[in-house]
């Protein structure tokens, strides 16, 4: 096992890659060495928030046979379902069960912290004992006023640009379930477009599609938070762009790494992946 630096030419990345397995043929971006299996196992995603987890979401497949292709693709159904869980700072609840119940299949030892985190153990009782970890959380907004045209005020959960959640469409988790909405902004005047002042969080609101307050109460409360509609998508050349790609890729590969070496068995001591909360 290896470690180096990822995107060591990036200003907006400081993250370590961690190389497994050779025959997986997985490489990170084009920094790792040829033949060199390596994933993302931790990461800060920068200034603005967004330009650092949309690098860290992509990664390239080598040319390898299928029984040797890595798992780490749209197509994996655990890692699908744990970028699809919704869970910002502080609710990751959804994300943690999901990957539990992943590690109950083969980890000799799953269990919950206090504050949230999830541990699998390897191989338990083994020494010396590595840890392995990534955090499960995602970025998100939080429903801080409902006013009395049912439009929602709200602040952000993590490191959000405000201008690039213009139009987004989300999903709020609301106590009946999911509220879909969209991210607008209020009414600009002619002479605010040629201040070019920059979007802020109070410039913007979530459109439910609620006549009135009242009917926008029904549905959510101030609490409740929501994240942005970004299901995993494949590009071109095997890249993968998801909502929540920072970081449960490494909560994923952290786990990951925990399973081959269960699987394996007589390794010298024990590893435990952690998928810590509330980065």
């Known amino acids: 096992v290896s470690f180096e630096p990822c995107y060591a030419d990036n200003p907006l990345v400081n993250a370590m890659c961690v190389g497994l397995a050779p025959r997986d043929g997985l490489r990170f971006a084009n920094t790792a060495r040829p ?18 987890a949309s690098l860290l979401a992509s990664f390239e497949l080598g040319e390898t046979s299928a029984e040797h292709r890595p798992s780490v693709q749209v197509g994996n159904p655990f890692l699908e379902k744990l970028l699809d869980a919704r869970g910002p700072s502080g609710f990751e609840t959804r994300a943690a069960r999901v990957w539990r119940d992943e590690a109950e299949t083969f980890a000799g030892e799953v269990r919950g912290g206090v504050s949230g985190n999830s541990l699998a153990t390897a191989q338990p009782g083994g020494s010396p004992r590595g840890k392995i970890a990534g955090h499960i959380d995602e970025i998100g907004l939080i429903v801080t006023h409902v006013d009395e045209s049912g439009l929602l005020a709200v602040a952000v959960i993590g490191g959000f640009n405000p201008e690039v959640l ?38 913007l609101h979530l459109d439910i599609g609620a006549a009135d307050a009242d009917e926008a109460r029904e549905l959510v409360r101030v609490g409740d938070v929501a994240v942005v509609v970004g299901e995993p998508v494949e590009l071109a050349h095997g890249r993968v762009a998801s909502r929540a790609m920072d970081n449960r890729i490494g909560a994923y590969v952290a786990l990951e790494a925990a399973r081959r070496i269960a699987a394996a068995g007589g390794a010298a001591g024990d590893v435990v992946a952690v998928a810590s909360v509330q980065e």
């Open 166 to 203: 213009v139009g987004q469409r989300v999903h709020l988790l609301g106590r009946l379930g999911a509220v879909p909405g969209v991210v607008a902004r209020r009414r600009i005047a002619p002479g605010e477009l040629k201040d070019g002042k920059p979007v802020t969080i109070h410039d």
């Open 35 to 52: 033949g060199s299996a390596v994933y993302l196992v931790g990461s800060d995603t920068g200034r603005d928030g967004i330009a650092g």
